[in-house]
């Protein structure tokens, strides 16, 4: 049984920062990328920022290019979002997403397990 919990999330003021962290357990969470995705309100969820196993290889929105950093420790199965930079559009739910199948998939595909997501809000 996959497990995925996410922490970190807050009320910050733009300009802000915060680091989200997600515990995984019940897969090899070396094999897996692993992806952050959001949904604001009434938005449809989009893909933020994902890493491969190794974490040699990311990928993230443009929305988010060079103020969120995505990184993992396969110690801990643990892996993190850092986000610098906040704005008010970066309000959203924000969850963690491991595949269904380890190996290489599609770094901004859907689908997996997901956490419960936390909540990410930005005052401006």
């Known amino acids: 049984q996959v497990q995925l919990i996410e922490s970190g999330g807050g009320l910050v003021q733009a300009g802000g920062s915060l680091r989200l962290s997600c515990a995984a357990s019940?897969?090899?969470?070396?094999?897996?990328?692993m992806r952050w995705f959001r949904q604001a309100p009434g938005k449809e969820r989009e893909f933020v920022a994902g890493?491969?196993?190794?974490?040699?290889?990311?990928d993230y929105a443009d929305s988010v290019k060079g103020r969120f950093t995505i990184s993992r420790d396969n110690a801990k199965n643990t892996v993190y979002l850092q986000m610098n930079s906040l704005k008010a559009e970066d309000t959203a739910v924000y969850y963690c997403?491991?595949?269904?199948?380890?190996?290489?998939?599609?770094?901004?595909?859907?689908?997996?397990?997901w956490g419960q997501g936390t909540q990410v809000t930005v005052s401006s």
């Open positions: 890493i491969n196993w190794s974490g040699t290889d990311t």
């Open positions: 019940g897969r090899t969470f070396s094999m897996y990328i």
């Open positions: 997403n491991l595949p269904p199948n380890p190996g290489w998939v599609p770094m901004r595909a859907t689908g997996g397990s």
